[in-house]
């Protein structure tokens, strides 16, 4: 079945880039996608990779995928206080229909 | 522009009595699914609507119903509420299959006691 494993916990200083990892088990995931939730708030999207991309830049936002190890990891640069928030990563189904999340990385950010 | 909108935001019930959520879809979306998301969880897939019908569903028990209408709008029913019933419900809608994925709403909180 579809499992998708996230570190629970990061915590950073203002101004140093954040590395929020993630790995997945179905090979068949055609699009990977990232999720910022804020407290109270719904999912908000912030970037998404195709499965046959290795890297995906936009603006402070890297997404790496390596597929063979089926790892994901989105690095955020010159993080700020209101990056704080859980970031979670999802698998889309081959059909098209379903997101599959991992249990979300509450980052922290340090003033 | 509206965004998805979903009411109520906060809801308490009873174990065994039944809620009904409501969902009205981001202007141009034809596609609406509903998660689950358990405090500290990440959100789990419900069904999806499309068309006025369901075209996929999770592992969630047929205590979880749900409704399209015309105007793509949801409706997510659960009967005989459960303790374990408590939880953000995620309303979520795109544009059929579109790659940009989904517009998520604020969700309802419901409370079961």
């Known amino acids: 079945g579809e499992d998708v494993e996230q570190s629970l916990f990061l915590s950073v200083r203002e101004g140093d880039s954040s590395v929020i990892n993630c790995t997945y088990t179905?090979?068949?995931?055609?699009?990977l996608y990232w999720y910022k939730q804020e407290p109270g708030a719904g999912l908000q999207l912030l970037t998404y990779?195709?499965?046959?991309?290795d890297m995906k830049q936009d603006q402070r936002l890297t997404v790496l995928l390596n597929k063979k190890d089926k790892h994901l990891s989105l690095r955020i640069a010159d993080t700020q206080t209101g990056d704080s928030a859980i970031y979670f990563c999802?698998?889309?189904?081959?059909?098209?229909?379903?997101?599959?999340f991992g249990g979300g990385t509450r980052l922290m950010v340090k003033p | 522009d509206a965004g998805v909108t979903q009411s109520p935001t906060h809801l308490i019930k009873t174990r065994g009595q039944q809620v009904t959520l409501r969902c009205s879809p981001k202007?141009?979306?034809?596609?609406v699914s509903w998660y689950q998301q358990a405090l500290g969880q990440g959100p789990q897939f419900i069904f999806q609507?499309?068309?006025?019908?369901?075209?996929q569903r999770g592992n969630f028990p047929d205590r979880f119903s749900g409704h399209q209408f015309p105007n793509y709008s949801s409706e997510l029913n659960v009967n005989a509420l459960l303790l374990g019933d408590s939880a953000l419900y995620l309303c979520?809608?795109?544009?059929?299959?579109?790659?940009?994925?989904?517009?998520f709403g604020s969700g309802t909180r419901l409370t079961v006691v």
């Open positions: 979520a809608s795109s544009l059929d299959r579109r790659i940009e994925g989904y517009t």
């Open positions: 179905d090979s068949s995931s055609t699009y």
């Open positions: 990779i195709f499965s046959n991309m």
């Open positions: 999802a698998e889309r189904d081959n059909a098209g229909n379903m997101l599959t």
């Open positions: 202007s141009g979306h034809d596609t």
């Open positions: 609507y499309y068309e006025e019908e369901e075209r």
